[in-house]
């Protein structure tokens, strides 16, 4: 392509050949020759060969002169559309949770036409139905830095993208309107979010994230409380042993009663209350301690009848402590029967082995409860032997 004496856009296919062609350089304005020749692709050149780097330019400004060319003409026959605006609305926290926004956007009335506008300057202007003005460019491939300085306030623009290259083989205009038409573009710069559609999109990508923030927050709180949690078990089990003992050796002094029992246990005599044949000998309305040493070994612990205790002295007199004066005398039996061992499953040191009546007479102090204790998987207390039967 290349510029006649009157300024249009004239292509080599079109115009006599060699320096009849009248044409000049639209870039250091020289005359050129236009070669039709056999071997080469047809070309317009400067007159004696003298290229200067700087007219390379001139191709890139002649394929915007026929983007205008294009526009005008497509005007001219009322074709001329601009496709729906989309905008793209996205996170740094959510990147693959962006929401494409769009809107249909029409032109009102003509185009006005900037004459002689600079590279990287708005072409023309138009009025749209959204209400905002337009300010349309013409850019050759991706090239260019728009000059936006100059727009009015919530001025909408968009670029028309000519393609850089062309086919080979493009002598004649109607080559390159048919190129042109093949390969042009129309692109989305801004459009004022008039109907507050990106904004409803923003807010609801900002909620997504605060969401987000907040489960990750919740997750790191609930993550930090387990573990809050079982620092106080851990605190509680170790504390748990100690009471246990210290209340013990008190009652074994005789100085502390029983445990405080449940507030919704009903006072029952001693002749009413009911017997658990799971723990024999056990005292009346006397309250059970659990321990599970293992999947099939778990045993109670409880204070035993007096009348028991008399009716068995050579046995009391055994685990007599006389250290810890006392008429008391505690068992240990198998929390759900009998099974095969359990009397051999106890030291002599925590207890005694009654095999007529199926249990053993616990060592006076606490030596039986530690025992127990320090071995146990978990430790349970109730005044029915059946609340053991799910520990
Ligand atoms: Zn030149």
């Avoid at 799971?278 to 409880?302: I, K, M, S, T």
């Avoid at 102090?365 to 032997?385: E, N, Y």
Wanted: proline residues 8%; negative net charge; hydrophobic residues 40%.
């Amino acid at each position: 392509m290349a510029l006649d004496a009157q300024g249009v856009v004239r292509f080599v296919g079109d115009v006599p050949k060699g320096a009849a062609c009248g044409c000049f350089c639209p870039t250091c304005n020289s005359p050129l020759v236009a070669r039709k020749g056999e071997e080469k692709e047809w070309h317009f050149a400067h007159e004696a060969a003298q290229e200067r780097p700087e007219c390379a330019a001139g191709a890139e400004n002649l394929a915007r002169a026929l983007g205008i060319e294009w526009l005008r003409a497509m005007q001219a026959k009322g074709a001329l559309r601009l496709p729906d605006y989309k905008t793209r609305v996205s996170s740094a926290v959510l990147p693959l949770d962006g929401e494409l926004v769009q809107w249909p956007v029409r032109l009102v009335g003509p185009l006005l036409w900037h004459e002689h506008a600079p590279k990287n300057h708005p072409v023309a202007t138009a009025s749209l139905d959204s209400g905002v003005p337009l300010a349309l460019f013409v850019q050759v491939g991706e090239s260019g830095v728009l000059a936006l300085q100059d727009l009015p306030p919530n001025c909408a623009y968009g670029s028309l993208i000519v393609a850089p290259n062309w086919p080979a083989g493009t002598r004649t205009r109607e080559d390159a309107m048919a190129a042109i038409n093949q390969t042009v573009t129309f692109r989305w710069g801004f459009h004022p979010d008039m109907k507050g559609l990106v904004a409803s999109a923003q807010r609801r990508l900002e909620e997504r994230e605060q969401r987000i923030r907040a489960a990750q927050e919740a997750y790191q709180r609930q993550q930090s409380e387990a573990a809050g949690r079982r620092w106080a078990q851990i605190a509680r089990m170790q504390q748990g042993h100690q009471t246990q003992q210290s209340q013990l050796e008190l009652q074994e002094t005789g100085l502390f009663p029983e445990p405080a029992t449940p507030a919704a246990r009903k006072p029952v005599s001693d002749e009413e209350a009911p017997r658990y044949s799971v723990a024999p000998g056990h005292a009346p309305n006397c309250n059970f301690q659990f321990f599970r040493l293992g999947p099939d070994e778990a045993w109670l612990y409880y204070l035993l009848d007096p009348r028991f205790v008399s009716q068995h002295p050579t046995a009391a007199e055994r685990v007599h402590n006389p250290d810890a004066p006392s008429a008391k005398r505690w068992a240990i039996a198998p929390a759900f029967g009998q099974f095969d061992g359990w009397d051999e499953c106890l030291p002599p040191s925590v207890g005694i082995a009654d095999e007529e009546n199926g249990m053993y007479w616990a060592r006076g102090g606490v030596g039986a409860v530690i025992f127990l204790s320090q071995r146990s998987k978990g430790s349970h207390s109730a005044h029915d032997p059946a609340e053991f039967a799910s520990k």
